[in-house]
């Protein structure tokens, strides 16, 4: 199979995994916070379909059959820090091989549409991991877990 198709694929296989892995949360999530934190996995995976529709319609423009492999395995009682750094650990991965591996890859193949829509998802995970950060810093878990991945470098001293 040519690079680009296979190269997305796995992308959106990927994607998929972090979509499911969102809705899921968004119909479990339990607590004080359980509204907005609701309503934040919601818009999240909204924003991931619409990137992985996309993603899988590319593959279509370039000649290719959208193949998906997606195994996803939740376990019950997650706590909602958890699932909100959990879900920032998962952006933040994505972004990283968006980065190093999947964009590089496209680019040497000329692919530059892909390239593209590859650097919007990239924009798009490292803003949801934000937002998953900077909600789970109502207890003060997921800012210290941002400032250890190097999320937030600090400039001065503190
Ligand atoms: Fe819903």
Redesign the pocket.
């Known amino acids: 199979m040519e690079k680009r198709i296979k190269t997305l694929n796995a992308i959106v296989s990927d994607e998929l995994g972090l979509l499911l892995e969102t809705w899921n949360y968004?119909?479990n999530v339990e607590g004080a916070n359980f509204a907005s934190v609701?309503k934040l996995f919601?818009e999240q995976y909204d924003g991931l379909q619409e990137l992985i529709d996309e993603m899988a319609e590319r593959v279509r423009a370039l000649g290719g059959v959208a193949e998906t492999k997606v195994a996803v395995e939740i376990s019950a009682g997650t706590p909602v820090a958890k699932m909100l750094s959990g879900l920032a650990e998962r952006h933040e991965g994505l972004s990283a091989k968006m980065g190093k591996k999947w964009i590089p890859v496209l680019d040497k193949e000329g692919d530059v549409g892909s390239v593209d829509l590859l650097t919007r998802a990239l924009q798009m995970h490292d803003k949801m991991a934000w937002m998953l950060r900077a909600t789970g810093a109502v207890g003060g878990l997921a800012v210290s877990q941002g400032f250890r991945a190097g999320l937030f470098p600090l400039t001065g001293s503190r």
């Open positions: 968004h119909w609701h919601e």
